[in-house]
């Protein structure tokens, strides 16, 4: 009777296995995500500026990007200074951005592949993964360890670190390390570094929150 019920459990532990192949992925846990879940589920739409510095190789970007966020999945970016000044983009979800350059080109729109050239940055982000919910999700969903902690200060706003070493950096685009500030007060992101081993590969801080910017899908020209 035991050896059958042995094999009921092992069948079981099977079928769940194979039911939910996401089963071995990361599932980190942290109180500071759960905080950020609940603010993040209290907004509707959002703005705020992302400035970013990222290398790759010998390369090196400098942006700020004008961001705004509406849900359920409508984004929009406009790069206010560095490389590609000017130029902007609109995702509403897909595979796809609607965008235009900088320039005497800014009255050209055109439909480009989410993960085209001229649609991501220097290392290869698209418009959602510089969205603050994007950005959270990935300290619980990348493999490895997770720790939180106290972060002291940004700008003078209480924070807490979320510090994630990365079991596979091969599968996070070499990232070995994710530093994530959240503010205590609004449990948003304040600033970001991921490290390939012990360079910074990417450096960004987000400022001038609007966290009730009554959008509409109109503010999202698609």
């Not at 649609?119 to 619980?140: C, E, F």
């Amino acid at each position: 009777m035991r050896t059958t019920r042995t094999l009921v459990a092992a069948l079981a532990a099977t079928l769940i296995t194979l039911s939910f192949p996401h089963a071995a992925s990361a599932d980190n846990s942290a109180p500071a995500i759960a905080a950020f879940d609940a603010a993040f589920a209290k907004v509707t739409s959002f703005t705020y500026k992302l400035h970013s510095h990222e290398v790759k190789g010998s390369d090196v970007q400098d942006r700020v990007y004008d961001y705004s966020f509406m849900k359920p999945h409508f984004a929009k970016t406009l790069i206010e200074s560095g490389d590609g000044r000017g130029s902007g983009g609109v995702w509403a979800g897909g595979d796809q951005v609607s965008g235009h350059q900088g320039g005497f080109l800014s009255g050209i729109h055109l439909k480009v592949g989410l993960h085209d050239g001229r649609a991501v940055s220097l290392r290869g982000y698209t418009i959602p993964q510089g969205l603050p919910q994007m950005i959270v999700a990935t300290y619980h969903d990348v493999p490895g360890t997770l720790k939180q902690m106290n972060g002291g200060k940004i700008g003078g706003v209480n924070t807490t670190l979320l510090d994630l070493k990365v079991a596979d950096p091969a599968s996070d685009g070499g990232v070995t390390e994710q530093r994530l500030w959240l503010s205590d007060a609004t449990h948003f992101p304040l600033r970001q570094i991921l490290y390939s081993g012990s360079q910074v590969v990417l450096d960004q801080s987000f400022t001038d929150y609007n966290l009730n910017a009554n959008l509409s899908q109109n503010d999202f020209p698609f």
